[in-house]
């Protein structure tokens, strides 16, 4: 889940980059890996005719069932467990009875869980039914995008700002558009710490990835324009001109090799 602006905002400062231990980095393992099984098991049941609230309610139960708690309920007054985020909305869709997926639907499940007090979040793209092919390709290519993020920071003397740097001219290419309204963060104790991780192409001075520091890389790519709007109960955010929108997402570590996915399954 992202905060309002995720840490703040697309300009804040890298003020103190947390180094994790071991010890912290396996906890955050654990609860990373109870969001992965939840998630894998919430896109399941993205059918025709499920409405969005049963599968949060899934959510809130498996988290709970399997000793964790769901970080959204309650997160500055948010009211469900998960984002769940259809078509057209970018992020922070709000799960509702009225809300049934239909053929055809593309929706984005986000999942922080929290375990022995650490927060795993990852989300990834859902398909329900048939959906046509450019809808497909936006929503591979913001996995791609994902990926590609995620291998740039794991490069030798790799800065926060090269993960933006490499997702910007895929989703160029494509002919879809990076929101920059919303972007990556540090987790660990905190839900969103520094720093803040910028998905698109930018010229911030940021500092190199240092062994041990913990983050999220989950680019936003949008069909059409980058720009996005809030609607009226201050959390759901969509894409100013109504165009479809996809989202991946994982957390991860940066070690002495590079980088270590935090948000799989065990």
């Given at each position: 889940?992202?905060?309002?602006?995720?840490s703040?905002?697309?300009?804040?400062?890298?003020?103190?980059?947390?180094?994790?231990?071991?010890?912290?980095?396996?906890?955050?393992?654990?609860?990373?890996?109870?969001?992965?099984?939840?998630?894998?098991?919430?896109g399941?049941?993205?059918?025709?005719?499920?409405?969005?609230?049963e599968?949060?309610?899934?959510?809130?139960?498996?988290?709970?069932?399997?000793?964790?708690?769901?970080?959204?309920?309650?997160?500055?007054?948010?009211?469900?467990?998960?984002?769940i985020?259809?078509?057209?909305?970018?992020?922070?869709?709000?799960?509702?009875?009225?809300?049934?997926?239909?053929?055809?639907?593309?929706?984005?499940?986000?999942?922080?869980?929290?375990?022995?007090?650490?927060?795993?979040?990852?989300?990834a793209?859902?398909?329900?039914?048939?959906?046509?092919?450019?809808?497909?390709?936006?929503?591979?290519?913001?996995?791609l995008?994902?990926?590609?993020?995620i291998?740039?920071?794991?490069?030798?003397?790799?800065?926060?700002?090269?993960?933006?740097?490499?997702?910007?001219?895929?989703?160029?290419?494509?002919?879809?558009?990076?929101?920059?309204?919303?972007?990556?963060?540090?987790?660990?104790?905190?839900?969103?710490?520094?720093?803040?991780?910028?998905?698109?192409?930018?010229?911030?001075?940021?500092p190199?990835?240092?062994?041990?520091?913990?983050?999220?890389?989950?680019?936003?790519?949008?069909?059409?324009?980058?720009?996005?709007?809030?609607?009226?109960?201050?959390?759901?955010a969509?894409?100013?001109?109504g165009?479809?929108?996809?989202?991946?997402?994982?957390t991860?570590?940066?070690?002495?090799s590079?980088?270590d996915?935090?948000?799989l399954?065990?």
């Amino acid at each position: 889940m992202h905060g309002k602006k995720k840490s703040g905002n697309t300009k804040a400062t890298m003020a103190h980059i947390k180094v994790k231990t071991q010890k912290e980095i396996e906890l955050i393992r654990s609860a990373g890996a109870l969001a992965a099984e939840t998630l894998i098991r919430a896109g399941e049941m993205c059918k025709p005719g499920v409405s969005t609230l049963e599968i949060d309610e899934f959510i809130g139960n498996f988290t709970k069932k399997n000793g964790g708690i769901s970080a959204c309920m309650g997160y500055h007054g948010y009211p469900r467990y998960a984002c769940i985020s259809l078509n057209e909305v970018i992020c922070h869709g709000i799960p509702d009875a009225q809300t049934i997926l239909k053929d055809g639907d593309i929706l984005n499940i986000d999942i922080t869980t929290i375990l022995s007090g650490y927060h795993g979040d990852t989300s990834a793209m859902f398909l329900v039914g048939n959906v046509k092919p450019e809808v497909k390709e936006l929503v591979a290519t913001a996995k791609l995008c994902m990926e590609e993020g995620i291998k740039a920071a794991g490069l030798p003397g790799a800065r926060f700002s090269d993960i933006g740097n490499a997702i910007q001219p895929i989703a160029d290419e494509h002919g879809f558009s990076v929101v920059e309204d919303y972007c990556g963060h540090g987790i660990g104790r905190g839900f969103h710490e520094e720093p803040t991780v910028l998905h698109f192409a930018n010229n911030e001075h940021t500092p190199l990835i240092e062994v041990g520091n913990v983050f999220t890389i989950e680019p936003m790519i949008n069909m059409g324009k980058p720009g996005t709007r809030t609607l009226k109960d201050g959390w759901t955010a969509v894409s100013c001109d109504g165009s479809l929108s996809a989202q991946w997402e994982h957390t991860m570590v940066r070690t002495k090799s590079g980088i270590d996915i935090l948000t799989l399954p065990r």
